[in-house]
Nanobody, 125 residues
């Protein structure tokens, strides 16, 4: 089992930046791939970024390239997502997720095995 706890969300003005974190515990050595997803009200959950935890290699969904940066602190077992130049369209719940098997290149939520409870990001214009 892997437990994931997100933090760092909040309310920000458009154009600002925000960083959210995800603390992992449990059998985290098995989580070779971790990712960030988000879900806006009334919309489906969508992938934002992935990171291969052993190599540190990152990948971003096509629509997310440029303003998002995923990173990790392996010693702290913490995953980060930095978001720059926020817009109201970035409003939603941000979730981190971990998967135990399969390629670390798919953004399909169903491919991930463990999820955090999410942290809310609200961007005002």
């Amino acid at each position: 089992q892997i437990q994931l706890v997100e933090s760092g969300g909040g309310s920000v003005q458009a154009g600002g930046s925000l960083s959210v974190s995800c603390a992992a515990s449990g059998y985290t050595l098995n989580a070779y791939c971790m990712g960030w997803f988000r879900q806006a009200p009334g919309k489906a959950r969508e992938g934002v970024a992935l990171i291969h935890t052993r190599s540190g290699s990152a990948d971003y969904a096509d629509s997310m390239k440029g303003r998002f940066t995923i990173s990790q602190d392996s010693a702290k077992r913490t995953l980060y997502l930095q978001i720059h130049n926020l817009t109201p369209e970035d409003t939603g719940m941000y979730y981190c997720a971990a998967r135990l098997a399969g390629p670390c290149r798919t953004f399909r939520p169903t491919e991930f095995d463990f999820w955090g409870q999410g942290t809310q990001v609200t961007v005002s214009s």
